[in-house]
């Protein structure tokens, strides 16, 4: 109820006015049933505008601090993401990438559409970066297609640090989905998860426009600036049966 409520009282018509976001490719939805929508990670309000323009309610897979923070505050905070459809995860620990996937799962389950960050955090300059392969590792342990979502100037509009929301149009771009069948039988096959994610994060590049780094932006938290980091990205070769 809330997560309506957000979406087209509290916060859903303040957006659309004030940010006037483009949309493409709704179509691309699923009227009914369970997709995995992977997006690129540009700024924490890119939760808000991608569920936006969908007409079916989209999960979100949060880190759980959000909902761990204590006193007042944290209370309402974990209000406020609980309602707005996002579903705690513990990062931290060896089995956090094992229990997010069982929880996205148990969503997909559900007939729900999944959504998720491939790159595991919001990017530090606005290039995409390399994608985690849990996504790949749903679509390949359930069948179920990958929906690119690219969203661009998010960053723009919420930037990291100080919290502001600045006067900026945003694109949401709903790509086509990405059929993995070709892979059947082949969950657990590292070079394949590398494999689909890397196609996920090519059409992800493709639709929004961002150079692509061939590095984990959560690598680059502890990097001097001027680092040098890989940039080239090939596309993965794909095969047919």
């Known amino acids: 109820m809330f997560y309506?409520?957000?979406?087209?009282?509290?916060?859903?018509?303040?957006?659309?006015?004030?940010?006037?976001p483009r949309v493409e490719g709704v179509e691309n939805i699923p009227a009914s049933g369970p997709a995995i929508l992977a997006g690129n990670h540009l700024s924490i309000a890119d939760w808000l505008f991608a569920p936006l323009a969908s007409p079916r309610r989209i999960t979100y897979l949060a880190?759980?601090?959000?909902?761990?923070?204590?006193?007042?505050?944290?209370?309402?905070?974990?209000?406020?993401?609980?309602?707005?459809?996002?579903?705690?995860?513990?990062?931290?620990?060896?089995?956090a990438a094992?229990?997010?996937?069982?929880?996205?799962?148990?969503?997909?389950?559900?007939?729900?559409?999944?959504?998720?960050?491939?790159?595991?955090?919001?990017?530090?300059d606005g290039r995409l970066y390399k994608g985690k392969t849990g996504a790949a590792r749903l679509a390949l342990s359930t069948g179920i297609?990958?929906?690119?979502?690219?969203?661009?100037?998010?960053?723009?509009?919420?930037?990291p640090g100080p919290f502001r929301w600045r006067r900026r149009r945003v694109q949401v771009k709903y790509g086509k989905p990405l059929d993995f069948s070709r892979f059947e039988g082949m969950a657990g096959n590292r070079w394949v998860e590398r494999t689909v994610t890397d196609e996920i994060m090519y059409e992800?590049?493709?639709?929004?426009?961002?150079?692509?780094?061939?590095?984990?932006?959560?690598?680059?938290?502890?990097?001097?600036?001027?680092?040098?980091?890989?940039?080239?990205?090939?596309a993965p070769e794909s095969k047919a049966g």
Do not use: H
């Not at 309506?4 to 006037?20: E, S």
């Not at 692509?212 to 938290?221: E, G, I, N, P, R």
């Open 63 to 95: 880190k759980s601090e959000y909902f761990t923070t204590p006193g007042f505050k944290g209370a309402l905070q974990k209000a406020f993401y609980s309602g707005a459809g996002q579903v705690p995860i513990d990062r931290s620990g060896a089995d």
């Open 204 to 234: 992800l590049m493709r639709m929004s426009g961002q150079e692509y780094v061939d590095v984990y932006a959560a690598s680059l938290k502890n990097r001097p600036a001027d680092a040098d980091v890989v940039r080239e990205f090939r």
């Open 98 to 124: 094992d229990a997010a996937l069982a929880t996205a799962r148990r969503l997909l389950d559900e007939g729900k559409l999944v959504g998720l960050f491939p790159e595991g955090t919001r990017s530090p």
């Open 145 to 159: 297609p990958v929906i690119p979502v690219a969203v661009v100037g998010t960053d723009e509009i919420c930037p």
């Open 4 to 20: 309506w409520l957000l979406k087209y009282v509290l916060v859903g018509p303040f957006i659309r006015l004030y940010n006037r």
